[in-house]
């Protein structure tokens, strides 16, 4: 270990005298390292959010304007393609049944216990763990201030090629934590969730070298996952199963800024809506309909930017490339989900509309389960993109809410002004929103407070850090302020809750949905 320890730092040290470049970021990660490793140790407290690591101050290869600093941005890497450098003992180009993908889980979490947390968020219809790896800085406490993101695959069982390139992307960020700056800073200030494989059941039933058709597709129990969730425009009444109801408590507990769930049978981004008010669904999910019209949420210009940040760092993806002759091409490697064909009860508008978390459908192969030797070119072609997607959580703006004592407030709901969809606090008052650079109003809405209105500014080099304090409402001779109805928002009386949603039709679950609906059209439509 020693050897092997002392070879790579000669061999670094011969590639900063042939590189400067490489030099410079090495003496910036050095001068910062003293201050990460204290902070990697841990003492048992929820870590403290450290504004000097701004992102804009630890970015790009490109050198820093007025100084001789180099630093990472959110658009490149580095200025070579990137490859896999595996480690010793590195994860094999092969497909892993659940016994082989948990003793993987199990073995990257003792040889990287600083790095990595193993849990599960519930088990299967037939019983199988639902397995997530943390890969974080600090894996086991959240990093006030800083978010947690996630990727999830293999929610169609027979869409296997996703479940194994967030195992490699785990290899990737652990094996690399030590030696590349970049991967260094998104773990530091970053708490990455990994659900590789939500469908275990369907896997199981699944066939390597089948490219296409429905077998391993559904859960045990015969439903499509991706269609089991509570939807924004109607009302889904299939059974609830053991694996969406997971996400579901889930995703209550961790607030995550965003997230990617990977799928195969075509090559593209598709990002919400994937419903549409007067949706009229094909008759079956292996046959879909090429013609409806897009379903743009408020958000449309962030999650446009999103599926191209993942879209253009593929090797394929962006040219628009379609899988077969019959199936339609992309423009740049991006579509709306409504436009490509609308569908009721997905997950991605679920985690959007109910918790504010921007997540997009990421199709990374036109074959659903190729042979296994093709893995390796599948994981060359989405390395950087799954990587540079998780950066863009640090997009936008970021802050606390506090009361005037300085203490967070909790569940505090908040909206940008104009954009319908709302998102609430933390526990410790903590709130995040990927937002393209602009001029924009946050306004900020907590029970017992009154309501406050923020103008803010996003810049594209860092987030913007914005702290807003609320005054309580209760005035000096005992009664409440009222704000004007103009002025209340209340962001999760708009939104159907999940539990009330799964439970049947009733008039209340109606009218906030018609609510909901008349918000949305209005949004669209001026």
């Known amino acids: 270990m020693q050897l092997r320890i002392r070879f790579g730092a000669l061999l670094s040290l011969l590639w900063c005298v042939v590189n400067p470049t490489f030099a410079a970021t090495q003496l910036h990660a050095a001068r910062s390292a003293s201050v990460a490793q204290q902070a990697a140790k841990g003492d048992g407290e929820v870590r403290a959010f450290e504004p000097s690591s701004n992102v804009g101050q630890i970015f790009s290869l490109d050198r820093a304007a007025g100084g001789g600093l180099y630093a990472f941005d959110n658009f490149s890497i580095t200025h070579e393609p990137r490859a896999y450098r595996p480690d010793i003992g590195a994860l094999d180009f092969v497909y892993h049944n659940q016994e082989e993908m948990t003793r993987y889980l199990r073995e990257t979490v003792a040889r990287y216990p600083n790095l990595t947390a193993l849990y599960s968020i519930g088990k299967s219809a037939q019983g199988r763990d639902l397995w997530v790896l943390v890969v974080s800085a600090s894996p086991y406490e959240h990093m006030l201030g800083k978010p947690d993101v996630k990727y999830i695959g293999n929610i169609h069982g027979n869409e296997a090629v996703g479940r194994e390139l967030l195992l490699h992307l785990i290899q990737y960020l652990v094996s690399s934590y030590g030696s590349d700056p970049y991967i260094k800073w998104l773990l530091d200030n970053t708490r990455i969730h990994i659900l590789p494989s939500l469908n275990p059941d369907g896997y199981a039933a699944s066939k390597e070298g089948t490219?296409?058709?429905?077998?391993?597709?559904?859960?045990?129990?015969?439903f499509d996952l991706n269609r089991n969730f509570p939807d924004y425009f109607k009302q889904?009444?299939?059974?609830?199963?053991?694996?969406?109801?997971?996400?579901?408590?889930?995703?209550?507990?961790?607030?995550?800024?965003?997230?990617?769930?990977?799928?195969?049978?075509?090559?593209?981004?598709?990002?919400?809506?994937?419903n549409t008010p007067n949706a009229r669904l094909p008759l079956s999910s292996v046959f879909h309909s090429y013609t409806s019209q897009p379903s743009l949420t408020p958000d449309d210009d962030v999650f446009k930017h999103l599926s191209l940040t993942y879209a253009n760092n593929h090797g394929k993806m962006?040219?628009?490339?379609?899988?077969?002759?019959?199936?339609?091409?992309?423009?740049?490697?991006?579509?709306?989900?409504?436009?490509?064909?609308?569908?009721?009860?997905?997950?991605?508008?679920?985690?959007?509309?109910?918790?504010?978390?921007?997540?997009?459908?990421l199709e990374v192969s036109c074959c659903k389960f190729p042979p296994a030797y093709e893995l390796r070119k599948y994981w060359d072609d989405?390395?950087?993109?799954?990587?540079?997607?998780?950066?863009?959580?640090?997009?936008?703006?970021?802050?606390?809410?506090?009361?005037?004592?300085?203490?967070?407030?909790?569940?505090?709901?908040?909206?940008?002004?104009?954009?319908?969809?709302?998102?609430?606090?933390?526990?410790y008052g903590e709130f995040w929103r990927v937002l393209l650079p602009g001029v924009y109003k946050l306004e900020v809405y907590a029970d017992g407070y009154v309501p406050k209105d923020v103008d803010f500014m996003v810049v594209e080099q860092h987030p913007t850090l914005l702290n807003v304090t609320l005054q309580p409402s209760k005035r000096q001779d005992g009664t409440h302020y009222r704000p004007a109805a103009s002025t209340q928002y209340r962001p999760s009386q708009q939104l159907p809750s999940a539990a009330s949603q799964s439970s049947g039709s009733d008039e209340g679950i109606l009218s906030t949905l018609s609510s909901g609906f008349n918000s949305l059209v209005n949004n669209i439509f001026g």
């Open 382 to 427: 989405n390395q950087l993109s799954l990587i540079k997607f998780l950066a863009e959580a640090h997009r936008g703006v970021q802050g606390f809410v506090v009361d005037p004592t300085g203490n967070p407030i909790e569940r505090a709901q908040l909206k940008i002004k104009g954009r319908d969809i709302g998102f609430t606090t933390t526990k």
């Open 236 to 274: 889904n009444n299939k059974r609830s199963q053991p694996e969406t109801e997971a996400v579901k408590d889930w995703i209550s507990k961790i607030q995550f800024v965003l997230s990617g769930s990977l799928h195969g049978g075509a090559l593209v981004v598709s990002y919400p809506y994937d």
């Open 211 to 222: 490219c296409d058709g429905g077998q391993g597709r559904y859960n045990s129990r015969g």
């Open 318 to 361: 962006s040219r628009g490339v379609a899988c077969k002759t019959a199936s339609p091409s992309f423009e740049n490697g991006i579509t709306n989900g409504a436009a490509w064909y609308p569908l009721t009860g997905g997950m991605q508008d679920f985690n959007y509309v109910w918790h504010g978390c921007m997540e997009v459908t």
